[in-house]
Nanobody
Framework: HLRLVESGGGLVQPGGSLRLSCTAS???????????IGWFRQAPGKEREAVSC????????QYADSVKGRFIISRDNAAKTVYLQMNGLKPEDTAVYYC?????????????????WGQGIQVTVSS
């Protein structure tokens, strides 16, 4: 069973930046580089939505239109960590952010393709 843990959330002013990290504390296949990783978010009263995803090797990335040009997804497989650099943050980016993995290398912005989920971390953008 793959266990994912998010970190790096918090409170930031509009226009500021945060970097979220997603680490794999346990992987039955020995390395995070077996899995593509997706980032999703859920704002209060709204459905969960896709933010970005990255393939296992890191050569394929996708972004939701709402974050293109502001967020950057990357990964360090040696460190078993995937990052989401969030720049130019807006109040509408406020949400609980989740990282997730499908069973294998299947980068997608479709939530139903994901099998493993982290517990989520709060990001609040407010002055």
């Amino acid at each position: 069973h793959l266990r994912l843990v998010e970190s790096g959330g918090g409170l930031v002013q509009p226009g500021g930046s945060l970097r979220l990290s997603c680490t794999a504390s346990r992987s039955p296949f020995g390395a995070l580089d077996y899995y593509s990783i997706g980032w999703f978010r859920q704002a209060p009263g709204k459905e969960r939505e896709a933010v970005s995803c990255i393939s296992a090797s890191g050569d394929i990335t996708q972004y939701a239109d709402s974050v293109k040009g502001r967020f950057i997804i990357s990964r360090d497989n040696a460190a078993k960590t995937v990052y989401l650099q969030m720049n130019g943050l807006k109040p509408e980016d406020t949400a609980v952010y989740y990282c997730a993995a499908p069973f294998g290398d299947d980068p997608s912005l479709y939530e139903n393709r994901y099998d493993y989920w982290g517990q989520g971390i709060q990001v609040t953008v407010s002055s």
